[in-house]
């Protein structure tokens, strides 16, 4: 398993959950949004990415494949993504 997803929910609308990239140094943020089950398919994550809906580190981010390390925070709508190792 490349990585893990742990999950805890502070209100029903808003989730923070920890992502565990396992023996790799980064992924893509679009993979990352797909991979939480926070988009249905890769296409959307791309939208939404475009659209300027994700967030890391608290700044906007438009580059569909920025790539998001441990310490990362990615925010989209009410949930927060933190990267852990």
């Known amino acids: 398993m490349l990585f893990q997803l742990e999950s805890s929910t502070r209100n029903w609308y808003d ?19 797909k991979a939480t089950g926070l988009v249905g398919t890769g296409g959307e994550a791309m939208i939404r990415i475009a659209e300027g809906n994700v967030k890391v580190n608290g700044a906007v981010e438009i580059q569909r494949r920025k790539k998001i ?17």
């Open 69 to 85: 390390r441990v310490g990362d925070k990615v925010e989209y709508l009410t949930s927060t993504i933190n990267i852990i190792d």
């Open 15 to 33: 989730k923070m959950e920890d992502f565990k990239l396992e023996n790799q140094e980064y992924i893509q943020l679009n993979q990352l949004l």
